[in-house]
């Protein structure tokens, strides 16, 4: 009988329809449980931050602050100083995790982060002018932050064009700009009072700490935009992933999907720098850590937000209270952290990627 | 050569003539040799230009060559003393010795910077090798792990902070022909060290296989030129702080005058370290009506469009 040869296919399809299904479910299943534990992670992290600190509260009188009750002197400790923190951590963090994410995955680099690219530089370099030449503060100087992110991220893009955007060419062009930034940004601070010098020191490494009220307000607003226009460029992400061929034969406009990604990212990079700082390897470390924990081969975005939710806040709360004695700004613990597994990264990757 | 030779001894001329009060080369020249104590012009050129020339002469033969070096024995166009970390680990090992044992004179801490650049040139070829852009990532990583060290330090010191912020952005300026008279022997050793060192690297240019093949010990290559980049790379930022991009730029120079024969490319790229410095200082001096521009700030102005443009050339990224 020649019936089974046409039937065992049709039998394996079923099977492969399931499996497939399965898969996603797993998949899913696997980001979702990513996802929560980072979340877990920042409600741990966020529990100690508002109990830790020089007015040391109880899990009680906390509770009641948060909600403007007791104390009248605790609820000014929780709601103007340590909530604001908190909350701008978790902010910033989202914001470099997803930008680092999508810049790994419209690069396909795991090395490209705002870091080693000179946009953190340009908009540090812009918010040095602003403080010591043009003595500006608060939103204007977010402004001028965020101006310095945006030209330098498109000079750099425009230098490292040549015949399509490669990734190493990229890369060290924003070496350059980096130098160019940090050496006008210690000229800046050799001409400067010795006060400022020493904000502008803190702000180059990026701190959490003095982010609060209508900036606050207004970097949170930005954040959840630029996420919900990246939830819509994530639909290319997966193509992407495949090649740039691949990725065309799925209908995918190649070169628009990236410069719209990369444009998103800077967007987020610029807009949490200009607020905290350049918060050293968020962008660059978030990324790997959730792409490893969700291990689907995607850019694993969401997850990325979450970690690099975690990581800050976590970050934070280390440079805060167990760090050499002193209080630190939250990118000298991320800097920490993440220079060495840059190094590890560029240790074990033998073959360049483009 | 003689170009290089000419451009040296204009630019020294230019150092000493030009800023803020314009001094004609006569008067110079009459200051130098025949100096009447209590004039204004001859005390300004003795005072204040020599000393700043010859800091710029000594750091800026040290940088062109330690470049040059660093460049040949990596292979790698993308090479300098700033751009593989080396002075970021001078300058941490300098911030802790102010710091923790309150040293601030350089003759004091010239012996710290030479350890932080030997560390750091250390952890950047064991994980770089091989690659020229993966050494460049290296070093910006290596840079990236130090910056917060430093930070930490001097948040926590303020001694080290008021040092650091005049020392780092790279000047002539800050220090004085006692502290040539004192450092000069490191950059002679080194300078000895490179010259011998010349032939040797036009083998290794070839590939170490090809070296080995021709009988020389590749291994004693890296290694004495590692001693001399240390030495030259810990100098300079002794005499005029963290200078980044004039060792990547000069020896760009020095090939396009020359040629590839190392033994000519690191005889002009000693005389061009000076040439390049000496010119961003007197730029400096001019650039801003009532203030200065830094050497450091200049250089990496000048430098910075360089190596975007060696970035941007085919044989570096070969696509």
């Not at chain 1, 210690?186 to 006060?195: F, L």
């Not at chain 2, 080194?190 to 060192?197: D, F, I, Q, Y």
Request: net charge positive; aromatic share 4%.
């Amino acid at each position: 009988m020649s019936a089974p040869a046409p039937a065992t296919p049709t039998r394996v399809t079923d099977t492969t329809v399931t499996t497939v299904a399965d898969l996603r479910t797993l998949r899913r299943r696997r980001q979702a449980l990513v996802v929560s534990g980072m979340v877990l992670v920042v409600l741990v992290a966020g529990t100690a931050a508002l109990l830790m600190g020089a007015a040391g509260l109880t899990p009680g009188q906390a509770i009641s602050g948060v909600f403007g009750l007791g104390d009248k002197g605790d609820v000014f400790v929780v709601q103007k100083l340590r909530l604001p923190r908190i909350e701008a951590a978790v902010v910033v963090g989202v914001a470099f995790g997803l930008a680092g994410a999508l810049f790994q995955s419209t690069l396909r680099n795991p090395l490209a982060s705002p870091d080693i690219l000179g946009i953190s530089t340009g908009a540090s370099l812009g918010a040095v002018i602003g403080v010591l030449v043009l003595g500006l503060s608060g939103m204007a100087l977010s402004g001028l932050a965020f101006a310095g992110a945006g030209v330098v991220a498109l000079a750099i893009w425009l230098l490292a064009w040549r015949k399509g955007l490669h990734s190493i060419r990229f890369v060290l062009v924003g070496v350059g700009f980096a130098y160019l930034g940090s050496s006008l940004i210690a000229w800046a601070m050799a001409r400067s009072q010795e006060h400022e010098a020493a904000a502008v020191l803190i702000w180059t490494v990026g701190s959490v700490s003095d982010v609060r009220g209508e900036q606050l307000t207004l970097v949170a607003a930005g954040t959840l935009v630029l996420c919900a226009a990246a939830a819509v460029v994530s639909r290319t992400q997966g193509p992407l992933a495949l090649g740039d061929d691949n990725a065309r034969a799925l209908g995918v406009h190649v070169d628009a999907a990236r410069v719209g990604a990369l444009l998103l990212a800077v967007a987020l990079v610029a807009l949490a720098t200009s607020a905290a700082g350049p918060i050293a390897f968020v962008a660059l470390v978030a990324p790997a850590i959730a792409r490893r924990l969700v291990n689907d081969g995607g850019a694993a975005l969401v997850a990325s937000a979450a970690t690099g939710a975690a990581l800050t806040l976590a970050a934070d709360v280390i440079a805060q209270h167990g760090l050499l004695g002193v209080a630190a700004p939250v990118g000298i613990v991320t800097g920490l952290v993440g220079a060495p597994y840059l190094l590890w990264l560029l240790a074990t990757t033998e073959k360049r990627s483009r | 050569m003689l170009t290089a030779l000419a451009a040296l001894l204009l630019v020294v001329l230019a150092s000493l003539a030009l800023g803020v009060r314009d001094i004609n080369p006569a008067e110079v020249w009459r200051a130098l040799t025949a100096p009447v104590a209590g004039l204004m012009d001859h005390d300004v050129v003795l005072e204040q230009r020599l000393p700043r020339t010859i800091v710029g002469l000594a750091a800026g033969v040290a940088l062109g060559t330690a470049g040059t070096l660093i460049q040949g024995v990596t292979r790698n166009p993308i090479a300098d003393p700033g751009l593989l970390g080396l002075n970021s680990g001078a300058s941490l090992a300098v911030v802790c010795a102010v710091w923790l044992l309150g040293i601030t004179s350089p003759l004091g801490y010239v012996w710290f910077a030479f350890l932080g650049a030997a560390v750091a040139a250390a952890i950047v070829f064991s994980v770089g090798r091989g690659q020229p852009v993966r050494l460049a990532l290296v070093g910006a990583a290596v840079t990236a792990l130090i910056t917060p060290l430093i930070t930490l330090v001097l948040l926590r010191d303020q001694q080290a902070f008021n040092l650091y912020r005049f020392w780092s952005v790279g000047s002539l300026t800050g220090r004085g022909l006692d502290t040539v008279t004192a450092l000069w022997p490191f950059i002679v050793v080194g300078l000895v060290l490179a010259a011998a060192l010349a032939h040797r690297l036009n083998m290794l240019a070839l590939g170490d296989d090809v070296a080995t093949a021709l009988g020389q010990r590749v291994g004693t290559t890296r290694a004495l030129a590692a001693v001399a980049i240390v030495l030259l790379a810990g100098t300079a930022t002794s005499l005029a702080g963290p200078i980044a991009l004039v060792g990547l730029v000069v020896p760009h120079a020095a090939r396009r005058l020359v040629g590839t024969d190392y033994r000519w490319v690191m005889a002009v790229g000693a005389l061009l370290g000076p040439v390049m410095l000496l010119t961003a200082d007197v730029l400096g001096r001019l650039i801003l009506p009532r203030s200065e521009l830094e050497a450091g700030v200049v250089a990496a102005l000048l430098g910075a469009p360089v190596l975007v443009a060696v970035a941007r050339s085919r044989n570096v990224v070969g696509a």
